[in-house]
C-alpha cells in the first residue's frame, strides 16, 4: 500500500511569493494534519481537516489557508512568505477511528 | 496547553549498549503516546506507541513505558545498532484531539561502531 505521497519535494520561492504544497493520505485515512518543522525542532502543527472541513488550527497566521478534497488529498497554502517560511511542511494522515498519525517525506521549502 | 518536555536532546552510545530517551507531558488527562524516529531527509516514522491504559509495550528491540502518575513516558532501544542513529521525537495529542500531536524537542541519537 502507498504510504502519505507529498509534492513537490523541494521548493524555492521568493519573499512574497505564494506557494502551494499538496497531500495525499493513506487509502481509507479521511483525516489530514498539517505540520510545518523548522531545523533542529519537533514539527509544530499548522490544521487539521477531515471530511473537507478545518477541525483545528495551530498559531499560525492567516497567511497559511488550506484545504481538503473530495478524495480526502489536500493542499496547504501560504501567501506572502516571509524568510522564516523556510522549513519541511509534513502532511500526516489519520483514520481517526484510532489516533496514530503518518506523516509523509515532507516538503522543503526555501524562502529567499 | 498541552506541553512536552523531552530529554536528553542529544545521546550518544557505544553499539550493543542501551539507550532511553524520557518525556514529560503536562494534562494528565492525556491518553495517547507515540515516538517517532526521523532520519536525515526524511518525514518522521511512527515506530511504537501506547495508550494510557497500558504500562509498558515492546516490539522486538524497542520499548515503550507509561508512567501515569508521574506524568512520564520512556523511549527503550536495546541492543543499539548504528541503523538506529537518527532524531527521536516523543509526541502527545491534546485530550479529545487526535488530529493535532504536541511534540517534544527531539533526541539526536548516535550510536557509535
Known amino acids: 500500500d502507498a504510504g502519505v505521497t507529498q509534492s513537490p519535494t523541494h521548493l524555492i520561492k521568493t519573499r512574497g511569493q505564494q506557494v502551494t504544497l499538496r497531500c495525499s493520505p493513506i487509502?481509507?485515512?479521511?483525516?489530514v494534519s498539517w505540520y510545518q518543522q523548522v531545523l533542529g525542532q519537533g514539527p509544530q502543527f499548522i490544521f487539521q481537516?477531515?471530511?473537507?472541513?478545518?477541525?483545528g488550527r495551530g498559531n499560525f497566521p492567516d497567511r497559511f489557508s488550506a484545504r481538503q478534497f473530495p478524495n480526502y488529498s489536500s493542499e496547504l497554502n501560504v501567501n506572502a512568505l516571509l524568510l522564516g517560511d523556510s522549513a519541511l511542511y509534513l502532511c500526516?494522515?489519520?483514520?481517526?477511528?484510532?489516533?496514530?498519525?503518518?506523516f509523509g517525506p515532507g516538503t522543503r521549502l526555501t524562502v529567499t | 496547553g498541552e506541553n512536552v518536555e523531552q530529554h536528553p536532546s542529544t545521546l550518544s552510545v557505544q553499539e550493543g549498549d542501551s539507550a532511553v530517551i524520557k518525556c514529560t507531558y503536562s494534562?494528565?488527562?492525556?491518553?495517547?503516546f507515540p515516538w517517532y524516529k526521523q532520519e536525515l531527509g526524511k518525514g518522521p516514522q511512527l515506530i511504537i506507541d501506547?495508550?494510557?491504559?497500558?504500562g509498558e509495550k515492546k516490539d522486538q528491540r524497542i520499548a515503550v513505558t507509561l508512567n501515569k502518575t508521574a506524568k512520564h513516558f520512556s523511549l527503550h532501544i536495546t541492543e543499539t545498532q548504528p541503523e538506529d542513529s537518527a532524531v527521536y521525537f516523543c509526541?502527545?495529542?491534546?485530550?479529545?484531539?487526535?488530529?493535532?500531536?504536541?511534540f517534544g524537542q527531539g533526541t539526536t541519537l548516535q550510536v557509535k561502531p
Open positions: 500526516a494522515s489519520t483514520a481517526l477511528i484510532t489516533p496514530e498519525q503518518y
Open positions: 487509502s481509507g485515512h479521511k483525516s
Open positions: 481537516y477531515y471530511e473537507k472541513e478545518e477541525r
Open positions: 494534562d494528565s488527562a492525556s491518553n495517547y
Open positions: 501506547i495508550r494510557s491504559n497500558v
Open positions: 509526541a502527545t495529542p491534546p485530550p479529545g484531539n487526535t488530529g493535532k500531536l504536541i
